[in-house]
């Protein structure tokens, strides 16, 4: 599965460092066949910034006191996944009050199965900038710390 997310990261930030061949092609069967194709270098003139690149960067999230409000995102077609129901018990259990995920309301908290979760609300999430810890991590926090997260930014 780590391969497969890796794979799915790379595909969305794309592959800005490549860029299409000028280089001529020869054609079989034609005249042009007959001569070697030109191989000229080309020449870009300035260097050219490259695209901003986007991706998950480190964060530090501190876990709310009791009565802290925490957001969930990670259902799957049966329900919570298993991972995001023991991270609701386990914030249940510091005291922290679960609330909808609402783009428009915030929460202390936001814990989520997978960055990788690709859904309208996962990327609101994203372009606004919320920072997110990821359920396995979660599970290790208590109260007052601080734990690592995650936040949508440019590289």
């Known amino acids: ?10 595909l969305r930030h794309g592959l800005p460092h ?3 061949s000028r280089a001529a092609a020869r054609v ?13 270098p080309r020449l870009s003139g300035l260097p050219q ?8 960067l480190p964060t530090t999230v501190t876990i709310p006191s009791a009565g802290g409000t925490i957001a969930f995102l990670g259902e799957d077609a049966h329900g919570w996944e298993f991972k995001v129901q023991k991270a609701l018990e386990h914030a249940i259990s510091l005291g922290l009050i679960p609330v909808p995920l609402d ?3 915030t929460a202390d908290l936001v814990v989520v199965s997978s960055v990788f979760i690709d859904s309208p609300l996962m990327r609101h999430l994203r372009t606004a900038g919320t920072a ?3 359920s396995n991590a979660f599970l290790e926090a208590q109260r007052g710390r601080a734990l690592p997260g995650k936040r949508w930014g440019e590289l």
């Open 132 to 134: 997110v810890v990821e």
């Open 1 to 10: 599965m780590g391969d497969t997310r890796a794979l799915a990261a790379l």
């Open 103 to 105: 783009p428009d309301a």
């Open 28 to 40: 079989a069967g034609s005249a042009a066949a007959a001569r070697p194709a030109s191989l000229r």
């Open 18 to 20: 490549l860029q299409p």
């Open 49 to 56: 910034p490259a695209p901003p690149s986007h991706d998950w």
